[in-house]
């Protein structure tokens, strides 16, 4: 089955205390994407890649880093997290890097629901 | 920036009304995509608008392109319980379409 899996779903956890949230397509897509969502706020893109081995910063990059070195995963990582980090969070994918007319469709994980203390 | 304004924010209605939304903008879209995010998963592409004019229908959805290219409506027929959830329309950044502007959502509930 066709599909972007975050794990994990819930996550607890205290200030400073390093953590990576895994993101991973079967779809073979070139592009993949973070997002958070806040109430009242949307959803805003943190970083995004691409291909592998490139990445660029979103609207919201302050406090997240990421990396891209196989095509399949898309890894979160909050260094020192905060709690103005706590959020839900989305992985997303679609197929090509190369500039179509048009956008290609976004394939969104389940959601990964952090809580920093 | 460009910058999406939905409307209206949250909607409360009965199961077998007709629901609609809108999505404007300052600044023209060469595409109008609205999704749908379902509690607890993440946002599902519902229908894509790629011309002004266009009228598209998903099953009870029908979602427009509007003729200025500032504006899109999504209209829900006979709602259900499953319709609940929150509508984003999205479109592509003038300088990089891989790069979605979204709206905040318009949350939807339907009363059985």
């Known amino acids: 089955?066709?599909?972007?899996?975050?794990?994990?779903?819930?996550?607890?956890?205290?200030?400073?205390?390093?953590?990576t949230v895994t993101c991973s397509q079967n779809m073979n897509h070139e592009y993949m994407s973070w997002y958070r969502q806040d109430p009242g706020l949307g959803l805003r893109q943190i970083y995004y890649s691409m291909n592998v081995e490139v990445t660029d910063k979103g609207d919201v990059p302050e406090g997240?880093?990421?990396?891209?070195?196989?095509?399949?995963?898309?890894?979160?990582?909050?260094?020192?997290?905060?709690?103005?980090q706590t959020s839900l969070y989305f992985c997303a994918s679609s197929l090509s890097r190369i500039r179509r007319e048009r956008p290609d469709t976004q394939y969104f994980g389940p959601g990964t629901r952090l809580t920093v203390l | 920036g460009q910058q999406l304004n939905q409307s209206p924010q949250s909607m409360f209605i009965q199961e077998g009304e007709d629901v609609s939304m809108n999505c404007t903008s300052s600044s023209i879209f060469n595409t109008w995509l609205w999704?749908?995010?379902?509690?607890?998963?993440?946002?599902?592409?519902?229908?894509?608008l790629y011309k002004a004019g266009e009228l598209t229908s998903n099953g009870r959805l029908t979602a427009q392109f509007g003729i200025t290219r500032k504006d899109s409506f999504l209209n829900?027929?006979?709602s259900i319980p499953s319709d609940v959830g929150i509508y984003f329309c999205a479109?592509?950044?003038?300088g990089n379409n891989r790069k979605l502007i979204w709206g905040l959502g318009t949350s939807l509930a339907v009363n059985p």
């Open chain 2, 35 to 48: 999704y749908k995010q379902d509690p607890g998963e993440g946002p599902v592409l519902l229908i894509a």
């Open chain 2, 76 to 78: 829900i027929s006979a």
């Open chain 1, 64 to 84: 997240y880093k990421v990396s891209r070195k196989e095509k399949r995963n898309f890894p979160l990582i909050l260094e020192s997290p905060s709690p103005n």
């Open chain 1, 1 to 19: 089955e066709a599909q972007v899996t975050q794990n994990p779903r819930y996550l607890i956890t205290v200030t400073g205390k390093k953590l």
């Open chain 2, 91 to 94: 479109g592509p950044n003038a």
